[in-house]
């Protein structure tokens, strides 16, 4: 399975921004996953509108987690941002091919697999600096 960029970047976005209490700001993201204002902008917002992250106004502005970061599993990044790869069009379209039931059963194991993989408890042990 190929994972976007994007996807990738999300997720150590809310990395950096686990390990850092409070309000982290673009700049500090920018610095800290090594993005472009631009496009950590654009997935804050996807993140945002997702109800991962909170934007917070003002001159201290800047994004936080919208709930306990312990929360946060793998799955639901890349189910926000890998669409796709969450439909099973075309997994049951051959039943009884025995390749298809096989495929199938992959995927239903790996989705478990995403869900039970908290992004807290794959950064703990990082220092704030450092999100790959």
Known sequence: ???????????????????????????????????????????????????????????????????EDGIITLYDVVALFEPEKQSEKGWKAAEGDLFHSHLLKIWEESVERLKGLKLKEIYAGCSAEKTF
Not at 23 to 35: A, D, K, M, N
Not at 42 to 55: F, Q, T
Request: aromatic share 6%.
């Open 1 to 67: 399975m190929r994972i976007k960029a994007t996807t990738v970047y999300a997720v150590r976005i809310l990395g950096f921004m686990m390990r850092r209490p409070g309000v982290t700001t673009v700049s500090e993201l920018v610095r800290g996953v090594g993005i472009t204002h631009q496009y950590c902008m654009k997935i804050l917002n996807e993140l945002r509108h997702a109800g991962l992250v909170v934007s917070e106004q003002g001159c201290k502005g800047g994004f936080r987690l919208a709930a």
